[in-house]
């Protein structure tokens, strides 16, 4: 087995195509067709699906996906730890945040410390998050709870109460605080099922006897921002995601207080990473001056 046949068979996997794979490596298509042929040939195994239109992974493609994915990863790392300084001045960082506002202080400081540092900001949920560390396609995860898995490095940011929102000249609009029956009998506007909001949110209204049913389901934050905005109903945030927008005001709900648990996370195995421990190191010291008195 080659290095060049499974680093043009990781490209093209990664990259959903041959000439995409080509391009990422800087050589030409049918040279890259050609080490990921031999590769099959060799070991008498089909690991691409091939038409006109797509390439997609077999599943022994995809078994092998997840090997390339941990070994050219720990080939990343042995590269920046040869390559210390140039990392710190030129690397890539990417993150992926159900709530990039958690971030933003800890960003400053970062780049205000490592200038030259590229980093990468995607939205995602809780699932989101967990499933793009696992996958390598993510260096730092920002979710709304505190995993329970080994797996991870964490670092706690804030703990914050579930809140109801709506527009300004919506009927709630002038109410402070309302009941889940109150809330119920009004359009509401939910994340995505793998939202951890909208899990606790509808795990504390069962327990209130309460169903809620979305009269819409948005995919991400500011989706279900925009639509309670516009008059669409009744949203859910964590207060400290509510942020300044004038034409929402937030309403508290009547119920035992829900906490969102915002941590910080990357995988363990990726903790001592350059880039990774110099972000959590700017993030543990601005908790401590925090929490200072």
Do not use: W
């Amino acid at each position: 087995m080659r290095y060049v046949q499974l680093r043009a068979f990781h490209n093209v996997a990664i990259h959903g195509g041959f000439s995409r794979a080509a391009e990422a490596l800087f050589l030409t298509q049918p040279a890259v067709s050609d080490q990921v042929r031999k590769l099959e040939e060799e070991y008498d195994v089909l690991l691409f699906n091939r038409n006109k239109k797509q390439v997609t992974l077999t599943q022994a493609g995809q078994q092998l996906l997840e090997i390339t994915r941990r070994m050219f990863d720990v080939e990343q790392q042995a590269l920046d730890l040869l390559s210390e300084s140039r990392a710190l001045r030129a690397g890539k960082l990417r993150i992926v945040a159900d709530a990039a506002h958690h971030l933003l202080h800890i960003l400053a400081a970062f780049r205000r410390a490592y200038p030259s540092v590229q980093v990468s900001i995607n939205a995602g949920n809780t699932e989101t998050v967990i499933t793009s560390l696992h996958a390598y396609e993510a260096d730092i995860g920002v979710l709304g709870e505190i995993p329970q898995s080994s797996d991870f490095e964490i670092l706690k940011l804030n703990s914050t109460p579930i809140i109801a929102f709506a527009s300004r000249d919506y009927p709630l609009g002038d109410q402070k605080e309302v009941s889940f029956a109150e809330l119920a009998k009004h359009p509401l506007v939910l994340r995505e099922r793998g939202s951890k909001t909208r899990q606790k949110l509808e795990a504390m209204a069962e327990q209130c006897g309460v169903t809620l049913t979305p009269l819409i389901e948005a995919e991400g934050r500011e989706a279900v921002r925009e639509i309670v905005a516009a008059g669409g109903g009744v949203g859910f945030v964590s207060s400290a995601e509510f942020g300044q927008d004038n034409r929402l005001v937030p309403i508290y709900i009547k119920a035992p207080e829900m906490l969102m648990d915002e941590a910080m996370i990357c995988l363990r195995e990726r903790s001592n990473g350059k880039l990774v421990s110099a972000f959590f190191d700017v993030a543990r010291r601005l908790s401590r001056a925090e929490d200072a008195p």
